[in-house]
């Protein structure tokens, strides 16, 4: 009897999907390429294996299309990368013509921005990184059938971590999107304004390593943009870690900053989102606040006990190297796509 053949998913990232050892927990033939080519590094020369970072270089696109021809793959997920646009979308079609595009996109919209809507004609499905009903709805309307929930993983030994005592209070990466959201409407965040008043506050009481690739989106001294796996190392120098989503508002929305956060093995302090109860338990895993107010007096209450804090911490790190990892990812995202392309796996 002739063995059934797996389903073959060609993947920009992770890159971890196609190791033996994670390919094992699927049913699936996973074939990762580097879009960036054997040495990935940010547009600023940084090196970075993180995935997200990649831009596109020859090479990529030469390994992407060989890889294309040759796996004829199901499956070929993606995410934005620099340089990555429509036509390269396009040729991936023309070699497999049978792949579904399945887009990985790590932002949340309230309307459609235009790099989905070049691309929109290839997507087969499209996976957001919360449980939002308007993210759903938003791009369902557009007339994407298959919408899912795809959150951000880690490898938790990729990165060791750093045990030298921290020398900041606070850490924040980002930006506030203040001047981002006056050059182009697509940019109007709900939680800019928030973001930015609470990063000032703390700034203003306590001492903060933030890092921002724009030096203009605070009227503070900020420190340079970083990139994993430099990110979890600048996030081990202090002693919390700082979020407030753009979309506040938005049911279960973790972004990378929570994620990494966990990992990162320090107290992660988070504007609460919609739904965080579900999937973590306040002043155990992580905490949550619901004010300015509120968030400097966590701050000013969780740096004077380092034994709450520091459990705290520990806690948010075990239960990310049971539900986060990218093994975990993998095992959610297999499940989902065989919710939407059932026949492919029969």
């Not at 049913?27 to 600023?44: A, E, Q, T, W």
């Not at 340089?83 to 919209?109: D, S, Y």
């Not at 919390?240 to 990378?256: C, E, G, K, M, S």
């Not at 302090?269 to 400097?296: A, Q, R």
Request: include cysteine; charged fraction near 25%.
């Amino acid at each position: 009897m002739t063995a059934k053949k797996r389903p073959v998913l060609l993947v920009l990232h992770p890159r971890h999907w196609a190791r033996p050892d994670y390919r094992v927990l699927s049913s699936m033939d996973i074939h990762h390429v580097s879009i960036g080519g054997k040495v990935p590094r940010k547009l600023s020369g940084t090196p970075t294996f993180d995935g997200y970072a990649e831009a596109i270089t020859q090479e990529g696109l030469r390994d992407l299309y060989a890889a294309t021809e040759r796996l004829q793959p199901d499956f070929f997920l993606f995410w934005l990368h620099a340089g990555f646009h429509a036509e390269h979308l396009a040729e991936v079609k023309a070699r497999a013509p049978g792949v579904k595009m399945l887009f990985w996109f790590g932002n949340h919209r309230t309307r459609l921005a235009g790099n989905v809507t070049k691309i929109g004609k290839y997507i087969s499905a499209l996976f957001v990184n919360s449980k939002e009903p308007s993210q759903f709805k938003l791009y369902h309307d557009y007339g994407i059938k298959h919408v899912g929930t795809l959150y951000d993983g880690f490898d938790p030994d990729e990165v060791k971590l750093d045990e030298t005592a921290p020398t900041y209070d606070c850490f924040f990466a980002g930006e506030s999107y203040i001047y981002a959201e006056a050059r182009n409407e697509v940019f109007n965040f709900p939680g800019t304004r928030l973001r930015r008043d609470f990063v000032i506050a703390v700034s203003k009481r306590f001492s903060l390593a933030c890092h921002s690739a724009r030096k203009e989106s605070w009227p503070f001294p900020t420190l340079r943009e970083v990139y994993h796996p430099e990110h979890t190392a600048a996030m081990r120098r202090a002693k919390i870690l700082l979020n407030v989503n753009h979309f506040p508002d938005f049911r279960q929305a973790y972004t990378r900053r929570t994620i990494r956060s966990l990992f990162a093995r320090r107290m992660h302090l988070t504007y609460y989102i919609p739904g965080m109860e579900e999937d973590f338990e306040n002043h155990k895993h992580l905490v949550w606040f619901h004010s300015t107010e509120e968030g400097l007096a966590m701050i000013a209450k969780y740096l004077k006990d380092d034994v709450a804090r520091e459990k705290i911490a520990w806690e948010g790190w075990r239960l990310a190297c049971e539900r986060h990892t990218f093994r975990a990812r993998l095992v959610d995202f297999e499940k989902v796509l065989r919710k939407f392309f059932p026949a492919v796996f029969k």
